[in-house]
Structures are given as C-alpha cells and as structure tokens.
C-alpha cells in the first residue's frame, strides 16, 4: 500500500530538519521541497555538464577584459559606481566565480541559458545534500553523488590563492542574515563543508572600522580576513549605518585595497549582472573577440538579448532587470506588446531592463501535498571553481520565483 503523500515527505524531509542542515522545506507557510522524484537519462546529465562547461569558458574569457573596461561601460553593465574599485580587483589564482549556478530551460532546440547567478547562488544545499537523501529514498542514483569534494575544493583553492597573493588569511568568517532561515542554514552548511577553520557571524554583526573589517562579539570587535558572505554586492554598495554613514561603500573600498579577501570573489559580480548576457550576444552578433568554437556555444546555449527592444512585432520577449533574483521583476511580453505573464514582488522595478527572446520552459506534473500540479521545469546547473558540477531543479509558473518547488532528481534506470 502506498504511504500518503503526508507520511512520505515526513519520512524524508524530517530526518533532515532533526539534522539542522535543511530546515526550509516549507517557506512562507507553503511547501517548497517535493516528496516526488523526477527522472533524467544519463545522456541529458551530460548535456547540462557540457552546456555549463562551455558557457563557462565564455564567461569566465570576458571577465578579465571587463576588469580593464572604462568606467563608463562597467556602469553600463550596472556595476554601482561604489563598486567599481572592487570589481577591478583581479584574484587570477580564482576563477573568475568559485560558485555560480547556470539557469537553463529544455527547449524544442536544446538547452537555453536564461541566466547565470555567480555572485550569491543558492539552491546549493539541496543540490549538494537533499538530492542525495532523496535518491537514497527514492532508491535511485543521484546525480550529484560525489560533488560536496568539488565545493571543499574550491574553498581551498580560492584560500591558497589569497595567500599566495599576499592577503592577511586567518581569520575568516562566514556570514549572512541571521533571520533568513535559508541563507543561514546554505552559508552554515558551506562553512562546515569547506574544511575551513572560520566561524559564522550574522551580517547584522559586522562592522567597520578604519581600514578593517570586524565582527562585533559582546564588547569585543573580531578582526575579518576572509569573508563569504551569501550577500548580494549590489546590495552592499548601497548600505548604510543607522547614522546614515555609507558602511557598504566602506566594505567595498576594503576589497579594492586588497584589505579584505571575499568569497566568491568581486569578479563574481562582473558576471551577475544580465546586462553582461547582451554584451556577449552583441560581441556574437558583430563577430568580433570570440572563436569560432566559442561563437557555435553561444549561438547554440544562448538567447538573443539586447539593451533595447529589437523583439517588437516579431516575436515573444522577456524584460528581466539587471539584477534581479527569484524572477523578481520579470515580464513576459507577446510580440505586439501584450503582457502574458508578470511577476508580483515588489522589488528590482527600478532598476535598468535587458530584452531576452523568450523560449518556454518544458511542462511537468509533479506530487505536491495537495495532489498534482502541472508547472514549468527549470534546471541549475551548478560552476564551481570553473568546472560544471551538481544540478538542481526548480517547479513553478511561466516565471520560476522564490516560492517555485524544489524538486529532486534521480537517474534512469
């Protein structure tokens, strides 16, 4: 006899929440983790490997361009004026992210990436141990078996090459919002992951003073070396104290000054940015830096996406902001200007647009606890260290936001 759908997700997800390592299986008061399994053959575990490798090569060849750029254009591409110093900051013993995450939807014509997120990527945790415990219950092979070592080693390296460029590396830390249950339990879950000997702080803690960075700990201010931190850049330039002093503008200085190692490193932030996708697709398009390899993969991975509106009575397109998250911001527009689908978070609205032919992401029917739900497949695809690595799929609307399914992945066969 079959258990309930209730039985079954206590079954798995419990265990883990007893562990204190995935605690968010439900958000906001809604089930995110599925207690279902979706199948994939070994052939398309390639494909995605291979996309992220090649895309990765791609990106990671623009960066040290961008990293010499004028000011005007890195503006252009959204960097804040407050971080422009940072991003510049070139750590060449790092690839240009330690961990990023490709976004790619299964279309008629093969694998589209949509977007990559390389500064602050989550999703990891559920990559990189829930898919294990689930296949493991499910009783099928995972995916990603193996590849918690790639995250250990790119930790290490990244360390290695701080030190060997001269940055001050004992004391390091771990950090993100204390009150956000799934950035704390990823950043704790990569602290104890990376064989580092770091502590966690919140980032309420955090202070800066004269040329350093500190943890606030009682009466005491903790020196910081090495910082991740599971916190937006874009964010951080635009911070300040309850006094109105700009401490973001502050922290970034630090980097740029090599005062203050962080992870992933200011690069990460280079590639975060959409606007970075239109520059590659306008390079593409004139013919111009890339090889004639490298002009297949984008041709054959990537979207069409400009700066401005080129879809307009000729196609379907999406508008994303430069930095929005979570499908904040998006809308899907018909090609004569109707919308079809929009997104409901208030944030990211003020910020500068691309224009990104739309594809469609592939229909699925999964087991959630009110029965089944027909919703659209994404797929992750993990980079780390420069290296395609775990998978991750997420189940939602047209628009893949924060409150979209987690959904596990297993192996045919």
């Not at 959630?368 to 690595?389: E, N, P, Q």
């Amino acid at each position: 006899m079959m258990k309930s759908d209730q039985d079954r997700r206590e079954q798995l997800y419990k265990p883990m929440r007893e562990e204190g390592v995935f605690t968010w299986d439900w958000m906001y008061g809604e089930e995110y983790a599925l207690a279902d399994i979706h199948l994939i053959s070994r052939e398309f575990r390639e494909e995605l490997s291979l996309a992220t490798e090649r895309l990765g090569r791609i990106f990671a060849k623009v960066v040290p361009v961008l990293q010499q750029a004028d000011p005007a254009l890195l503006l252009e591409l959204g960097v804040p004026q407050a971080a422009i110093g940072a991003v510049r900051t070139g750590v060449n013993e790092i690839q240009p992210t330690m961990i990023g995450r490709f976004d790619f939807a299964q279309t008629t014509e093969g694998l589209k990436m949509l977007e990559c997120n390389s500064d602050t990527p989550t999703g990891i945790v559920e990559a990189y141990y829930v898919n294990g415990r689930a296949c493991h219950f499910f009783n099928r092979e995972d995916p990603n078996a193996g590849m918690e070592a790639h995250l250990r080693n790119t930790f290490a390296r990244a360390l290695e090459g701080y030190r060997r460029l001269g940055y001050e590396t004992r004391h390091i830390w771990f950090s993100s919002l204390d009150w956000h249950e799934e950035d704390k339990g990823t950043t704790q879950y990569l602290l104890r992951l990376s064989g580092l000997p770091a502590q966690f702080a919140p980032l309420e803690l955090l202070r800066v003073w004269e040329d350093r960075l500190y943890v606030k700990e009682g009466e005491d201010l903790l020196p910081v070396d090495v910082l991740y931190r599971l916190h937006a850049l874009e964010k951080l330039a635009i911070e300040k104290d309850e006094d109105g002093y700009p401490t973001g503008e502050h922290v970034l200085s630090l980097i740029a000054e090599r005062r203050l190692a962080i992870m992933n490193p200011p690069s990460a932030f280079l590639i975060q940015t959409k606007a970075l996708q239109a520059l590659i697709w306008n390079l593409h398009e004139s013919d111009q830096f890339f090889t004639a390899e490298e002009q297949t993969d984008i041709e054959k991975y990537m979207l069409p996406t400009y700066f401005e509106n080129r879809f307009a009575g000729v196609t379907d397109y999406v508008t994303k902001p430069i930095f929005g998250r979570e499908g904040g911001g998006v809308v899907i527009f018909a090609a004569q200007g109707e919308v079809l689908e929009k997104d409901q978070e208030e944030f990211y609205w003020e910020q500068p647009m691309i224009y990104q032919k739309r594809v469609e992401l592939p229909k699925i029917c999964v087991q959630t606890g009110k029965g089944s739900y027909d919703g659209r497949l994404l797929w992750g695809s993990f980079w780390i260290g420069g290296k395609a690595s775990a998978l991750v799929a997420r189940v939602g609307g047209p628009i893949t936001n924060n409150l979209s399914y987690y959904l596990p992945v297993g192996i045919e066969g």
